[in-house]
């Protein structure tokens, strides 16, 4: 067996337990289920086989159901004390075997009571009854596990689904209330400090103490400021607004039914082999169940072949669910002609046939319909993978507006308005013979940084020139080179944001290159192979890093502006590598 189907063994296993883990399977779905089983079967295997139409039959019924349900109850009482024990399904399998065997053997007794025809052995109706309860409990517990993944796997796809237009809403507000905060917060502190320095100016009668209230601002407000300049986390932001979950109370089956993979031969073969061997015991003992056994394997193989040969195109679903029946049919007329060869005319060729019917078309219906909700439910389950990396990726576009808004913001401070302040510090620190004209031009440099505050830091950077830049600050000490495809330069031309973040990590590649690994060659390529994402990688020849250092600032910087990186040690080419995935806004 290859691996790929061992795995495929080893995941349907564990999907069946956990399904009969199910604390809940003693319930109301499992008792209606059961009285329409129960009820059918008296009716044909009691009433019609035997010739025995009497209404006194509604007596067992009635008395060993009524039995069953209490017994069912208190089964329900025990189960859900150990719910999340792995081996629950033990416990639900032992119940079923119980209550079923009593049950069935109840309906004897009480039939044998009352006088009703009962040809059946006590032996056969507690093997009988056991057989059905376990199979009466899975067959729920896989409709059940299958209802239940289907409707939590739908239900967080419209969650996602609804609740992305309030998202990308609140995204787009926390951008601009955080970008919106820091410049309020800077102004709050910087404004009237800048003021109180013109006021001292005004004043004339001390050039010490303005002097001191300019280097205080520097040293004591602008260079904290710059330093405390963090990005907000946009998730915890969502998580604390997001909408509440949406329940689906009712499950639709899909529209359209890919019927090639409802069909589970195996899972028929399973039911059909049981159900009809412990039917044809009954006739025919051992050998008769060995002979039906046998035909329900053909059953099996002309089902193999019915799924072979059906399109793989999706058919509606009353279209499918009738060719699924017809299916069914045809298949089953090997078991059919055996059972009623094997009854010898001992029973009502009606019973026989209804029984027949009711085993093959309920077995090919029942692993269907887990079927089709299971395969149902992995679609959504990949539509909701997609909605998840879409907001993974505006999630990530939205830190790095946010990121990039501040370090401008930080270098405003840090270039600007400091340049004006020491501009002015040094203009009062040296002598002159024109007071006046000096007052005067440190009033410049302050509303200069005053105007700087309340403007919009600059936005546009050019590619060209910022690897220039690069290329010629290292020159002499690393050979940098930088190739950047046709698609990301576009990219990078379009947005300031990415272009931005793009020129920060180049700095910061080489730079740790060369600071932490001593490295002479470092090579940048950036590409842009999808739409939505900008690939960067740089290699350095530098000493090995410890990729299992902690993080720096640099780390926390890539976590905001990537939506993925890595620093790995290429063995082959002998060179440390970076790569990075930069999120861009289609």
Same mark, same amino acid.
């Given at each position: 067996?290859?691996?790929?189907?061992?795995?495929?063994?080893?995941?349907?296993?564990?999907? #069946?337990?956990?399904?009969?883990?199910?604390?809940?399977?003693?319930?109301?779905?499992?008792?209606?289920?059961?009285?329409?089983?129960?009820?059918?079967?008296? #009716?044909? @295997?009691?009433?019609?086989?035997?010739?025995?139409?009497?209404?006194?039959?509604?007596?067992?019924?009635?008395?060993?159901?009524?039995?069953?349900?209490?017994?069912?109850?208190?089964?329900?009482?025990?189960?859900?004390?150990?719910?999340?024990?792995?081996?629950?399904?033990?416990?639900?399998?032992?119940?079923?075997?119980?209550?079923?065997?009593?049950?069935?053997?109840?309906?004897?007794?009480?039939?044998? @009571?009352?006088?009703?025809?009962?040809? &059946?052995?006590?032996?056969?109706?507690?093997?009988?009854?056991?057989?059905?309860?376990?199979?009466?409990?899975?067959?729920?517990?896989?409709?059940?596990?299958?209802?239940?993944?289907?409707?939590?796997?739908?239900?967080?796809?419209?969650?996602?689904?609804?609740?992305?237009?309030?998202?990308?809403?609140?995204?787009?507000?926390?951008?601009? =209330?955080?970008?919106?905060?820091?410049?309020?917060?800077?102004?709050?502190?910087?404004?009237?400090?800048?003021?109180?320095?013109? /006021?001292?100016?005004?004043?004339?009668?001390?050039?010490?103490?303005?002097?001191?209230? !300019?280097?205080?601002?520097?040293?004591?407000?602008?260079?904290?400021?710059?330093?405390?300049?963090?990005? &907000?986390?946009?998730?915890?932001?969502?998580?604390?607004?997001?909408?509440?979950?949406?329940?689906?109370?009712?499950?639709?089956?899909?529209?359209?039914?890919?019927?090639?993979?409802?069909?589970?031969?195996?899972?028929?073969?399973?039911?059909?082999?049981?159900?009809?061997? +412990?039917?044809?015991?009954?006739?025919?003992?051992?050998?008769?169940?060995?002979?039906?056994?046998?035909?329900?394997?053909?059953?099996?193989?002309? !089902?193999?072949?019915?799924?072979?040969?059906?399109?793989?195109?999706?058919?509606?679903?009353?279209?499918? !669910?009738?060719?699924?029946?017809?299916?069914?049919?045809? $298949?089953?007329?090997?078991?059919?002609?055996?059972?009623?060869?094997?009854?010898?005319?001992?029973?009502?060729?009606?019973?026989?046939?209804?029984?027949?019917?009711?085993?093959?078309?309920?077995?090919?219906?029942?692993?269907?319909?887990?079927?089709?909700? =299971?395969? /149902?439910?992995?679609?959504?389950?990949?539509?909701?993978?997609?909605?998840?990396?879409?907001? &993974?990726?505006?999630?990530?576009?939205?830190?790095?507006?946010?990121?990039?808004?501040?370090?401008?913001?930080?270098?405003?401070?840090?270039?600007?308005?400091?340049?004006?302040?020491?501009?002015?510090?040094?203009?009062?620190? *040296?002598?002159?013979?024109?007071?006046?004209?000096?007052? &005067?031009? #440190?009033?410049?440099?302050?509303?200069?940084?005053?105007?700087?505050?309340?403007?919009?830091? +600059?936005?546009?950077?050019?590619?060209?020139?910022?690897?220039?830049?690069?290329?010629?600050?290292?020159?002499?000490? $690393?050979? #940098?080179?930088?190739?950047?495809?046709?698609?990301?330069?576009?990219?990078?031309?379009?947005?300031?944001?990415? @272009?931005?973040?793009?020129?920060?990590?180049?700095?910061?590649?080489?730079?740790?290159?060369?600071?932490?690994?001593?490295?002479?060659?470092?090579?940048?390529?950036?590409?842009?192979?999808?739409? =939505?994402?900008?690939?960067?990688?740089?290699?350095?020849?530098?000493?090995?890093?410890?990729?299992?250092?902690?993080?720096?600032?640099?780390?926390? *910087?890539?976590?905001?502006?990537?939506?993925?990186?890595?620093?790995?040690?290429?063995?082959?080419?002998?060179?440390?590598? !970076?790569?990075?995935?930069?999120?861009?806004?289609?």
């Amino acid at each position: 067996m290859s691996s790929t189907a061992i795995q495929h063994t080893k995941v349907s296993e564990n999907l #069946v337990i956990s399904r009969l883990n199910n604390p809940r399977l003693w319930g109301r779905e499992l008792f209606i289920f059961a009285f329409i089983v129960n009820a059918v079967l008296t #009716v044909v @295997m009691d009433v019609v086989r035997q010739g025995s139409i009497t209404w006194l039959w509604l007596v067992p019924f009635a008395v060993t159901f009524a039995a069953a349900t209490l017994l069912g109850f208190g089964a329900s009482i025990v189960v859900r004390r150990f719910a999340g024990n792995p081996r629950l399904w033990l416990l639900n399998m032992f119940f079923a075997v119980v209550i079923g065997s009593l049950k069935n053997f109840a309906v004897g007794f009480v039939a044998d @009571m009352l006088g009703l025809a009962n040809d &059946a052995t006590a032996a056969y109706r507690l093997f009988g009854g056991a057989i059905m309860g376990i199979a009466l409990v899975f067959f729920l517990a896989m409709s059940i596990g299958a209802r239940a993944s289907h409707r939590e796997a739908v239900s967080q796809l419209v969650y996602l689904q609804t609740g992305l237009v309030n998202r990308k809403k609140r995204l787009e507000q926390t951008v601009e =209330d955080e970008n919106a905060k820091l410049v309020r917060t800077t102004n709050e502190i910087l404004i009237p400090k800048l003021r109180n320095i013109e /006021e001292l100016l005004s004043q004339g009668d001390s050039s010490h103490e303005t002097i001191q209230a !300019l280097r205080s601002t520097i040293e004591n407000d602008i260079r904290p400021l710059t330093r405390d300049i963090q990005p &907000a986390a946009l998730l915890s932001t969502l998580s604390s607004t997001e909408e509440r979950q949406v329940k689906i109370r009712k499950i639709r089956f899909p529209k359209l039914i890919d019927l090639r993979s409802a069909i589970r031969p195996t899972a028929s073969w399973i039911y059909n082999a049981i159900s009809f061997g +412990v039917l044809i015991f009954f006739f025919a003992g051992f050998l008769g169940s060995l002979l039906i056994d046998i035909t329900v394997t053909i059953e099996v193989l002309l !089902l193999a072949l019915a799924k072979r040969l059906i399109s793989v195109d999706k058919k509606s679903r009353g279209k499918a !669910l009738f060719q699924l029946s017809v299916i069914a049919l045809l $298949c089953s007329i090997p078991n059919y002609l055996v059972v009623i060869y094997l009854s010898e005319g001992k029973t009502s060729l009606f019973a026989l046939t209804a029984l027949v019917i009711i085993i093959s078309v309920g077995s090919l219906w029942g692993s269907a319909y887990s079927s089709i909700l =299971d395969t /149902e439910r992995l679609r959504v389950e990949k539509e909701i993978a997609k909605e998840n990396e879409d907001l &993974a990726h505006e999630i990530a576009i939205y830190e790095q507006r946010i990121w990039v808004f501040k370090k401008s913001w930080q270098l405003l401070l840090h270039g600007t308005v400091q340049a004006a302040l020491t501009a002015a510090l040094t203009r009062l620190t *040296m002598p002159t013979d024109d007071e006046v004209l000096r007052s &005067a031009l #440190v009033r410049q440099d302050l509303a200069r940084a005053k105007v700087s505050l309340q403007a919009t830091p +600059v936005r546009e950077l050019d590619l060209h020139r910022c690897i220039a830049d690069i290329t010629s600050s290292w020159r002499g000490v $690393c050979d #940098v080179s930088v190739k950047v495809s046709e698609r990301a330069a576009r990219a990078l031309k379009r947005s300031f944001e990415v @272009m931005f973040g793009v020129n920060e990590i180049m700095r910061e590649a080489v730079s740790n290159s060369v600071r932490h690994g001593a490295a002479t060659v470092v090579e940048i390529e950036i590409d842009r192979e999808s739409d =939505d994402l900008i690939q960067f990688t740089s290699k350095n020849n530098g000493i090995p890093l410890s990729l299992q250092a902690s993080k720096g600032m640099g780390s926390k *910087m890539m976590d905001e502006l990537t939506l993925d990186w890595s620093l790995t040690q290429d063995e082959r080419l002998r060179k440390t590598v !970076l790569r990075a995935s930069i999120p861009v806004a289609i």
